[in-house]
């Protein structure tokens, strides 16, 4: 058995399956870091006050869109320019670093103002400070020169020190409600030791570390990650913009429901970045002149995306009472409806990633950029009219992500479609329409969570074998799939993924 093990060992580590073991690092890497980060949120959640946790939740939303900024897509931009021999390790390691600091410079004070002009909360401006601290570390964490050198392994257990170090800071510290302010402190503590982690192994083993301001290359730097990095600033401020909206006209009572059902929803986007990167390679392949094939595949894919990705949503909709009870403890049932509203944020980007990915591999990255655009222009007006003049509080903040992922559906689609190619639509329906009468169904007979669930989920699979009788046989072919015949045309990890998920 052990020498089975030890041949099993060295066969994965054979040269040709690098690719492999470098997208399985990075499967284990987003849902294992995912997964932890959740549970510390959860634990928060349990032990905080509603106002407390939403404070947390407000801070490390802004956080999340100030990091996104300060990268400014400069990571890619390394990444391109050392894949491409245009410019050395020993030279970019020094010059991103300095470019991201200078914008750190500027955005985490921003930070620190904006809270305090449109927040009436001290714990949530104590928050924002130190996590605006914690945002002068990341630049030197510089994980994309590990993608970039087929580094995956270190790049992973920089995320798990992260996660790990951050969840077990807040079990430690975080005893009641009191103790809010040291969440900040554990996120200053676990970007400190992942950064810590790679620097170390950034001096041994790749590069010295340095710092080198030279204006005019820096401008250059930050001139070619400029389109790269709105589009990931896009993505996340559709997602993000609701909630720091919500905190502003609510209260953090309410952003505290609607960050725990925003915090479930996010989390299963997840699922949709990894289906589609994985998808990447035959679709780029196909669209290289076999527009038939692509439209088959397309077909296939949405189907299936359409049963699997609404029927989970569904499913999470009809018991989102006890199952947000369950995650986050008593009181957070009030995050039903919110949580009822934002999930099907999951499917509309499960299925609009076919149009967006499609973009990517047809090198149409500025209309995939305006498709992003579109979605925060439907995302901040449609939240403030449905969070303040119309009062739908977080349930409206919930409402206005889930549109402004229906309106990138819909833009992507479009350009998609005037690029000559074709993205059918069509075989999404019969589920959306199932979906909507079950919901529709649940809701006038005023069925208790798990019966509306067992008797829904079960109409839901009937629907799926009587529109579609040949989804199991087309759901196997997609699992078999076509394996790409080269690595090249498979995205770099640290390429910005249309669905945002951060690595």
């Known amino acids: 058995m052990t020498r089975s093990f030890v041949l099993i060992g060295r066969a994965m580590m054979h040269p040709r399956l690098k690719l492999a073991r470098d997208l399985g690092m990075l499967w284990i890497g987003q849902i294992g870091t995912k997964g932890v980060a959740f549970l510390a949120f959860a634990i928060l959640a349990r032990r ?43 030279e970019l390691v ?4 300095a470019a991201q600091l200078c914008l750190a410079l500027v955005i985490a004070p921003a930070m620190v103002v904006f809270t305090w002009l449109y927040t009436d909360d001290a ?49 430690l510290l975080v005893r009641g409600d009191a103790d809010v302010v040291w969440v900040g402190f554990a996120e200053i503590l676990s970007v400190l030791l992942a950064t810590g982690y790679l620097m170390s192994v950034q001096h ?31 993505w996340a401020l559709f997602q993000y913009a609701p909630l720091l909206i919500l905190a502003a006209m609510a209260g953090m009572t309410d952003t505290a429901y609607f960050g725990a059902a925003h915090r479930l929803g996010v989390s299963l986007v997840t699922f949709s970045w990894l289906y589609h990167f994985n998808l990447y390679p035959v679709i780029s392949r196909r669209v290289q002149g076999e527009p038939a094939a692509l439209a088959s595949l397309t077909r296939m894919s949405v189907r299936a995306c359409a049963w699997g990705g609404i029927g989970l949503a569904l499913a999470l909709a009809l018991m989102a009472e ?35 990915w499609i973009l990517i591999a047809a090198k149409r990255g500025n209309d995939m950029l305006v498709s992003q655009i579109a979605g925060v222009c439907a995302a901040i007006p449609m939240a403030y009219l449905l969070i303040g003049p119309l009062g739908f509080g977080a349930t409206g903040a919930a409402a206005a992500m889930s549109i402004a992922c229906a309106v ?23 589920a959306m329409i199932a979906a909507a009468m079950i919901l529709l169904g649940a809701r006038q007979l005023t069925l208790d969570p798990m019966t509306a669930t067992a008797i829904g989920m079960g109409l839901f699979l009937a629907a799926a074998f009587a529109f579609d009788h040949h989804l199991i046989a087309e759901v196997r072919q997609l699992i078999k799939g076509d394996a790409p015949r080269s690595p090249d045309p498979t995205p770099h990890p640290h390429q910005p993924a249309p669905d945002g998920a951060q690595n």
């Not at 590069?207 to 990095?229: S, T």
Request: net charge positive.
């Open 48 to 90: 905080l006050l509603p106002e407390e946790y939403g404070a947390v939740e407000y801070a490390m939303g802004l956080a999340t869109l100030a990091t996104l900024a300060i990268d400014g897509g400069l990571g890619s931009v390394g990444v391109r320019r050392l894949t491409q021999g245009h410019q050395s390790a020993e």
């Open 94 to 97: 020094a010059l991103i670093p």
């Open 123 to 171: 714990n949530a401006l104590k928050l924002t400070c130190l996590v605006a601290l914690s945002l002068f570390i990341p630049p030197w964490k510089q994980d994309w020169l590990f993608q970039a050198k087929g580094m995956m392994t270190q790049v992973v257990l920089a995320q798990c020190v992260r996660v790990i170090s951050f969840m077990l800071g807040c079990v």
């Open 204 to 234: 041994r083993k790749v590069a010295p570390l340095r710092l080198r301001f030279a204006l005019h290359k820096l401008a250059d730097l930050l001139r070619e990650g400029a389109a790269i990095g709105l589009g990931a600033i896009c």
């Open 322 to 356: 006890p199952l947000l009870r369950l995650l986050f403890g008593a009181g957070f049932e009030r995050a039903s409806m919110p949580f009822s509203m934002l999930i099907w944020t999951f499917p509309l980007t499960l299925l609009s990633g076919h149009a967006r």
């Open 408 to 430: 990138v559906w819909a833009v992507s689609q479009y350009y998609t479609h005037k690029r000559g190619h074709d993205v059918p639509f069509l075989p999404a329906l019969p």
